[in-house]
């Protein structure tokens, strides 16, 4: 349904600092899971995924958690940088079925 | 170059005027989405199909319309029934095989007036 004046959740951190970002998931047969990140005026870029056999998987300064258990993911970026600066979204893929859908974001704010 | 295109990046329509927009890709990708994004919002699932001639509603289908005549080519019609039509247009595509990454375009600004 409508969303209407629901503002994305923001984190702010020091560059170079760590940063997680946390997504709660909807659905529990959901089997596969994305984080993608999107800045200002453009499309989201993937980052990362998961699928949910697995509880930790890691990239190139990223790693995603997965909570199967309480529905939720977390995206680990270490040594945060200017350029890491975005909205971060989860997705979900429910299982079964090429349905994805998007969690709310976070804004990710990196400090000089 | 292979890709997912969307066009035009800007669109300006008058109210009450059904607008079409268009998402091409030469990924050889089965499955496409649409996705609307508000202001400082997330992305809200429009429709999807997973092969040529199908497609299911997604969470906000009302006041929009689909096609999928051809694998590569997926557009979107927004209609006069849609209450309030301006927002960010996101189109995607990926392989049949659910577990793997969905490719963005670039987006369309759609301003209605």
Same mark, same amino acid.
């Given at each position: 349904?409508? *969303?209407? !004046?629901?503002?994305?959740?923001?984190? &702010?951190?020091?560059?170079? @600092?760590? *940063?997680?970002?946390?997504?709660?998931? &909807?659905?529990?047969?959901? @089997?596969?899971?994305?984080?993608?990140?999107?800045?200002?005026?453009? !499309?989201?870029?993937?980052?990362?995924?998961?699928?949910?056999?697995? @509880?930790?998987?890691?990239?190139?300064?990223?790693?995603?958690?997965?909570?199967?258990?309480?529905?939720?993911? *977390?995206?680990?970026?270490?040594?945060?940088?200017? !350029?890491?600066?975005?909205?971060?979204?989860?997705?979900?893929?429910?299982?079964?079925?090429?349905?994805?859908?998007?969690?709310?974001?976070?804004?990710?704010?990196?400090?000089? | 170059?292979?890709?997912?295109?969307?066009?035009?990046?800007?669109?300006?329509?008058?109210?009450?005027?059904?607008?079409? $927009?268009?998402?091409? /890709?030469?990924?050889?990708?089965?499955?496409?989405?649409?996705?609307? /994004?508000?202001?400082?919002?997330?992305?809200? $699932?429009?429709?999807?199909? /997973?092969?040529?001639?199908?497609?299911?509603?997604?969470?906000?289908?009302?006041?929009?319309?689909?096609?999928?005549?051809?694998?590569?080519?997926?557009?979107?019609?927004?209609?006069?029934?849609?209450?309030?039509?301006?927002?960010?247009?996101?189109?995607?595509?990926? $392989?049949?095989?659910?577990?793997?990454?969905?490719?963005?375009?670039?987006?369309?600004?759609?301003?209605?007036?």
């Amino acid at each position: 349904g409508e *969303s209407v !004046g629901l503002h994305l959740p923001t984190l &702010s951190v020091q560059e170079g @600092d760590n *940063s997680i970002i946390n997504c709660a998931y &909807s659905n529990s047969a959901s @089997d596969y899971f994305i984080w993608y990140k999107q800045e200002s005026g453009k !499309g989201p870029q993937f980052i990362i995924d998961i699928r949910s056999n697995m @509880d930790k998987r890691q990239g190139q300064r990223v790693t995603v958690l997965l909570n199967k258990t309480v529905k939720h993911l *977390s995206l680990q970026i270490a040594a945060t940088q200017p !350029g890491d600066s975005a909205v971060y979204f989860c997705a979900e893929n429910f299982e079964g079925a090429q349905k994805l859908v998007f969690g709310q974001g976070t804004r990710l704010t990196i400090n000089p | 170059d292979g890709g997912i295109t969307q066009s035009p990046k800007y669109l300006f329509r008058k109210e009450g005027q059904n607008v079409t $927009l268009s998402c091409e /890709q030469n990924l050889n990708h089965d499955a496409m989405y649409w996705y609307r /994004q508000d202001p400082g919002q997330g992305l809200r $699932l429009i429709y999807y199909s /997973q092969i040529v001639n199908d497609f299911q509603k997604g969470d906000i289908a009302e006041g929009y319309s689909v096609s999928r005549e051809k694998k590569e080519s997926f557009p979107l019609t927004v209609t006069s029934a849609q209450k309030n039509p301006t927002a960010f247009y996101l189109c995607a595509s990926r $392989l049949w095989a659910a577990n793997t990454e969905a490719f963005f375009g670039q987006g369309t600004r759609l301003t209605v007036v």
